[in-house]
């Protein structure tokens, strides 16, 4: 009677359990939801939406019809201001995120747990990356317009006739200095955080080593850095390649065309030429390109990101 007893108690046991274990699930999935369902509805969705869309002649108003590889054939092989974009994207994209790295881990590691006044530095730096872009490119076009502040501090030392936004060189590097003014900020705060979590005693053993402050840097920082390096890679790579807003406000893709990012251009097909298919089009390309750095990276980061 003991022995049988004894068995029936896991069963008595186990119901409850698997009971709230559904219980648990049926709240997870509840919780999911809205993120799910907002996902579906504004991310994937979309992005579905829009390859097929790259499929067909799609004008706003009029006939659709199905056009299979025609719009990317047009694009790729018959529209040189497709390539040009693609160009001036590039270009900001190799200033842009380089400068972008060295301007955030510089300082990241200078405001280390030793200085004063920490917390007033993180702030102040990443101040400008939570506030909206459309404004602080609107500020930065008033300062650098010829009768901004800019203009008025050039006059001091004689430099008469300051205009950066109407040359192409002027333009695409003001668009640089206001995005790294803007962004720099997200990536101090992750490179900070990666920091913070570099055991001390590594660089006191190095120390007694007789390590440098450079050797330091090197053996010690980047490599237990990397992830963050990574991550940050990876994210600022994918923002650049989509920049949109500060050509748009400050310069409108001028002069010329020399500003003109491919996120700009499909702005221009789909909403100013009302050709959905051809923007749906460069957007699937656009989208195509972040994939394959994306996945790039992450196949590469098995070489060089130390996770221990």
Do not use: C
């Not at 800019?150 to 200095?177: C, H, K, R, S, Y």
């Not at 923002?239 to 990012?261: C, D, H, M, N, R």
């Amino acid at each position: 009677m003991t022995t049988a007893r004894t068995r029936r108690e896991p069963s008595t046991t186990a119901a409850p359990s698997r009971a709230s274990a559904r219980r648990e699930a049926r709240a997870a999935w509840g919780f999911l939801a809205p993120s799910g369902l907002g996902f579906l509805a504004f991310t994937l969705g979309p992005i579905v939406a829009s390859i097929v869309i790259a499929f067909f002649a799609w004008p706003v108003v009029g006939e659709r019809s199905f056009t299979g590889l025609g719009n990317f054939i047009t694009i790729l092989t018959a529209d040189p201001m497709f390539w040009r974009t693609v160009g001036n994207t590039l270009l900001f994209v190799v200033l842009y995120v380089p400068l972008n790295f060295v301007l955030a881990l510089g300082l990241a590691i200078w405001i280390s747990p030793r200085i004063r006044g920490r917390g007033l530095y993180r702030m102040l730096f990443f101040l400008p990356a939570v506030t909206p872009i459309v404004a602080n490119a609107l500020v930065w076009r008033l300062l650098v317009q010829p009768n901004g502040v800019f203009a008025d501090i050039a006059g001091w030392f004689g430099i008469e006739g300051f205009n950066p936004l109407g040359t192409e060189t002027g333009a695409m590097t003001v668009i640089v200095v206001m995005s790294l003014w803007q962004g720099f900020g997200y990536n101090m705060l992750v490179f900070s955080a990666g920091l913070d979590s570099i055991p001390e005693q590594l660089y006191e053993a190095a120390s007694l080593d007789g390590a440098g402050a450079f050797r330091r840097f090197w053996n010690i920082t980047l490599p237990m850095l990397s992830p963050s390096i990574f991550f940050a890679t990876v994210m600022t790579l994918i923002t650049a390649f989509q920049v949109f807003a500060q050509p748009y406000v400050l310069t409108g893709g001028g002069p010329g065309i020399s500003t003109t990012t491919m996120v700009m251009y499909l702005y221009q097909r789909g909403f100013q030429l009302f050709d959905l298919g051809a923007a749906s089009a460069v957007a699937t390309i656009l989208f195509a390109i972040i994939a394959v750095i994306t996945a790039v990276q992450f196949i590469g980061q098995r070489k060089w990101v130390h996770y221990e």
